[in-house]
């Protein structure tokens, strides 16, 4: 009878240690701090088991290729998904495993099944409910990050906000557009105004509406942040002398603006890292991401 093929399991318990310490030793994955004494002892049980490793072989073993598979579905393309996305990469990649990015929740499900990946990461469906908060909500999730921006313009003294949201906003832009207003209630500040961002006479006319009646504006994203302010300059008016203006996220284009975009900066890469040890059953990092900060410039 043909002899059974070792497996990184079978090295893990006869070195003492976890699959995932196996994984690392044998692929000389960097900034590991796995003591020499225990990669010696691994790889001494890979020998005498007779382990061998191999991509395509280890594959078939686990059950399962050495892919994650990252859904975003509609989710906005800006900076802080382009940085969580990096962030998840370079930590998989440690670990000796590739991410792979979908945009599509239907014409590349197929292709992603066909892989077989270790997990598939679904970010949309923690949005799936209103009100949802299964990313850390409060404590370290999209909630969080919003009410930093709606505490900063309340520590500057504004109390009459406006947030300014796409004018058909989706699933996870009516979501974000309540973690504001519930942030804002949490402050006791008044019922926020809505500004809705779409062509840019519609813009221009909003805009011109707002003022007066509102003394800053809370953008979703950087990108509604900088239609409002080319919204005030072709109506003649400036930020912050007529409306205070604050984005979200903190993109190239907030500090090339001008006048320069005030943003909430997120460290969305350790968001990234955390995750992706999270999907391959190791431990996370102890430090844990950067505490969300107001990045003040000229518009606030």
């Not at 691994?42 to 598979?69: C, D, F, K, M, N």
């Not at 990649?93 to 929740?105: E, F, K, P, T, W």
């Not at 809370?218 to 984005?247: C, E, F, K, R, Y």
Request: glycine share 8%; net charge positive.
């Amino acid at each position: 009878m043909k002899a059974r093929r070792t497996t990184m399991r079978d090295v893990a318990r006869t070195s003492g240690v976890s699959p995932a310490t196996v994984s690392f030793v044998m692929n000389d994955a960097p900034d590991q701090t796995i003591s020499e004494a225990t990669r010696e002892r691994v790889r001494q049980a890979a020998a005498e088991l007779g382990y061998r490793a191999h991509p395509i072989a280890r594959a078939l073993r686990e059950g399962t290729s050495r892919v994650v598979v990252l859904d975003v579905g509609g989710l906005p393309r800006d900076r802080v998904l382009e940085s969580f996305a990096d962030g998840m990469e370079s930590e998989l990649s440690a670990a000796g495993h590739a991410l792979l990015v979908s945009y599509s929740r239907r014409s590349r499900r197929a292709q992603i099944d066909a892989v077989n990946p270790r997990a598939v990461i679904d970010l949309p469906a923690l949005y799936a409910r209103p009100g949802a908060i299964a990313d850390g909500g409060w404590v370290d999730g999209m909630a969080s990050h919003y009410l930093t921006q709606i505490e900063f313009l309340h520590h500057l003294g504004h109390r009459n906000l406006a947030v300014a949201v796409p004018a058909r906003p989706d699933r996870f832009m009516r979501l974000m557009t309540d973690y504001v207003f519930r942030a804002a209630d949490a402050l006791g500040l008044p019922t926020l105004q809505v500004l809705p961002i779409a062509g840019e006479a519609a813009t221009r006319s909003a805009v011109r509406d707002l003022l007066g009646r509102a003394t800053a504006v809370a953008a979703l994203t950087d990108g509604l942040a900088l239609a409002v302010l080319a919204a005030l300059h072709d109506t003649n008016a400036q930020a912050p002398g007529d409306l205070a203006v604050i984005g979200w996220g903190d993109s190239a284009e907030a500090a090339r603006w001008r006048p320069a975009l005030t943003s909430v900066r997120i460290d969305a890469a350790a968001y990234g890292r955390r995750l992706a040890r999270q999907a391959l059953d190791l431990p996370t990092d102890d430090a844990g991401p950067a505490a969300t900060r107001v990045i003040r410039r000229a518009t606030t």
